[in-house]
């Protein structure tokens, strides 16, 4: 597997993860196997990419799935939905999708395992960098 480590961006195989310059953390799923599976150890793999990107700052999440195949197993679902350095980065989540299986996917998720964060389900990404925007602002207290 293919892992390319920069200052604001990191590839771990078909994802990328980036810190944009109004400060939402972008996460973008490439994999185009409908089989494949996420496991424990990628999920590991996303969550320090994460942290390394973050810094320990909270942001919003902007995880565009646009064009992603497979699922993710239990285990490593909820190694990321339980992670503690997840928890105090994640201010919210934006999905982008363009499949109704993945939105069904997305909501599944957000049901069973992460109720608690803010988050919006878009096929706009334009308007999930807005809603991301917004709620770094709520955040923070600013306009």
């Known amino acids: 597997m293919k892992i390319i ?3 604001d961006y990191i590839e771990v195989g078909p994802t990328s993860f980036w ?3 109004d400060g939402i ?3 973008r799923f490439g994999n185009e196997n409908p089989n494949y599976q996420l496991d424990t150890f990628i999920s590991k ?3 320090k990419a994460i942290d390394k990107l973050c810094k320990g700052k909270p ?3 902007l995880i565009d799935l646009r064009g992603a195949k497979g699922t993710f197993s239990k285990e490593a679902v909820q190694e990321f939905a339980q992670s503690a350095l997840i928890k105090a980065v994640r201010i919210s989540e934006a999905f982008v999708y363009d499949s ?3 939105k069904l996917l997305i909501l599944s998720y957000k049901r069973i395992y992460n109720q608690f964060t803010p ?3 878009f096929i706009d990404i334009q308007l999930a960098q807005g809603y ?3 709620k770094k602002n709520e955040f923070y207290g600013s306009n």
């Open 5 to 7: 480590i920069k200052e």
């Open 19 to 21: 810190l944009d310059p």
């Open 100 to 102: 109704f299986k993945m």
């Open 59 to 61: 942001v919003p999440i």
């Open 25 to 27: 953390l972008n996460c």
């Open 119 to 121: 988050y919006e389900i």
């Open 132 to 134: 991301c925007l917004l």
């Open 45 to 47: 793999l996303y969550i």
